[in-house]
């Protein structure tokens, strides 16, 4: 996806030196335990679905917009995980622009399906147990956003008892 407006506009004053943006990312799981990822162009790696939150744009929105841009699906919010970000969610692009990202993971359930590649930003998508999330070739910090989720919440059935915050 094409820069925005806003940070095209920030690029013009600052160049390439590093940006922290704020992002969300999806995680999406099923009743089976099963996480959907994508395989990002950029990058050619695994991840989840997510990108930049627009200026005055609210984060649930701006999660729900990803969402439905890249998988041309909705999502249900079932609950707040955690913010990531640092070293492993610092990104060179080639054309020299290092930016770092801080994103809000939310806990999600589609809710309809299946997936629908957005055939500019992902090449594939699929379900994984968390065993074999550790064998493909992934974005790392996906790692941590899978082991910070407490064993009863990898199935969305019982992550609406969780005592994460609710979103409604």
């Known amino acids: 996806m094409p820069l925005s407006e806003y940070v095209s506009a920030i690029r013009g004053m600052i160049g390439s ?3 922290i943006l704020p992002g969300v990312t ?10 959907l990822l994508a395989r990002h162009v950029a990058g050619d790696r695994w991840g989840f679905v ?6 005055l744009e609210d984060p649930r929105a701006a999660l729900r917009r990803e969402v439905q841009e890249e998988l041309g ?11 990531y970000g640092g070293a492993d969610l610092t990104n060179e692009y080639p054309n020299g622009d290092v930016v770092s990202y801080v994103t809000t993971a939310y806990l ?10 957005e055939k500019a930003e992902l090449s594939a998508v699929g379900w994984f147990f968390p065993p074999e999330i550790k064998q ?12 910070d989720i407490r064993p009863d919440l990898h199935r969305p059935d019982s992550a609406q008892k969780a005592s994460f915050h609710a979103i409604t």
């Open 26 to 35: 999806a995680v999406i799981v099923d009743g089976a335990g099963r996480y």
């Open 136 to 147: 493909l070739d992934r974005f790392e910090w996906i790692d941590r956003v899978i082991d």
């Open 108 to 117: 999600c359930r589609l809710a309809e399906q299946p997936p629908i590649l």
């Open 50 to 55: 997510g990108g930049g939150i627009e200026p």
């Open 73 to 83: 699906l909705q999502v249900d919010i079932v609950a707040v995980l955690d913010s």
């Open 17 to 19: 030196r590093l940006l």
